[in-house]
C-alpha cells in the first residue's frame, strides 16, 4: 500500500520563509500537494495524499489581514484536500511611559499604532494534531512547512513511532527543524513549477 501523505502548513513561517526566496514570489497552493507528495518518498509513486492542512492567525483590525482571511477562507479552504485553521493573533505588550508606566498606546507624533500583535498557538495546534493523527494511524508520512525549531521534539517523537516527517521549505536544509526530520525537500528546486502565474487575491 501507497504511504498516507497529510500535509502541515504553518502558513506565516512558511510564507516568510519563501519571501525571503523571492519577494514577488507567489505560490500556486493547487499545485503545492501533488509536488510534495511526489517527491516525499525515495520511489515516485509510493504516496498517497490525503490532506493539507493550513494553520494562520489573524489580526481581524488590519484590513490587510482581513484581505489575507478572506482569501484563505475564501480560495484556499475551496481547494480538494485543503482545511483552514485561523486564530486570532494576541496583543503583544504594549510601550510604556517610563516615568509613570502608563501604556502608550499611539504615537504622539503621527497617531500610529504602537499595541503590536503576536502570534500564539499555531505551532502548539500543529503540534496536536500532528500527534492525535499520528495516534490514530491516518499519516505515514507528514510533511511540515516551517522552519520553526519547537517543532524539533515532536518531529524525533513521531520519528521513533515510526511516522516519517519530512520538512520542506525553499531555504534549503540551513535550518536545525530540517537537519533533524527524515528527509528534506528543496522547493527551490520546484520553484518554476510552482509558481502562480494568475492575479490572486493575495
Known amino acids: 500500500m501507497p504511504n498516507r501523505v497529510r500535509i502541515f502548513m504553518d502558513y506565516w513561517n512558511f510564507i516568510l520563509d519563501m519571501k525571503d526566496y523571492s519577494a514577488s514570489y507567489r505560490l500556486d497552493f493547487e499545485k503545492l500537494p501533488s509536488v510534495l507528495t511526489h517527491n516525499s518518498t ?24 482581513r484581505g489575507l482571511l478572506r482569501f484563505l477562507e475564501d480560495t484556499v479552504q475551496t481547494i480538494p484536500g485543503y482545511t483552514v485553521h485561523v486564530t486570532k493573533r494576541k496583543s503583544k505588550k504594549g510601550v510604556h511611559c517610563p516615568q509613570c508606566d502608563s501604556m502608550i498606546e499611539y504615537c504622539p507624533n503621527c497617531n500610529s499604532d504602537l499595541i503590536k500583535t503576536v502570534e500564539k498557538g499555531v505551532d502548539t495546534w500543529i503540534v496536536t494534531d500532528m500527534l492525535q493523527m499520528a495516534w490514530d494511524d491516518v499519516y505515514d508520512i507528514g510533511i511540515l512547512l516551517s522552519s520553526d525549531r519547537d517543532y524539533i521534539p515532536a518531529v524525533e517523537f513521531l520519528h521513533k513511532r515510526e511516522k516519517k516527517v519530512i520538512h520542506a521549505s525553499f531555504s534549503g536544509v540551513t535550518c536545525e527543524l530540517a537537519k533533524k526530520c527524515w528527509m528534506h525537500i528543496d522547493l527551490r528546486r520546484f520553484a518554476s513549477e510552482l509558481k502562480r502565474t494568475d492575479s490572486p487575491s493575495s
Open 42 to 65: 525515495i520511489t515516485p509513486g509510493e504516496a498517497r495524499y490525503d490532506e493539507t492542512r493550513v494553520y494562520a492567525s489573524i489580526n481581524r483590525a488590519k484590513e490587510s489581514e
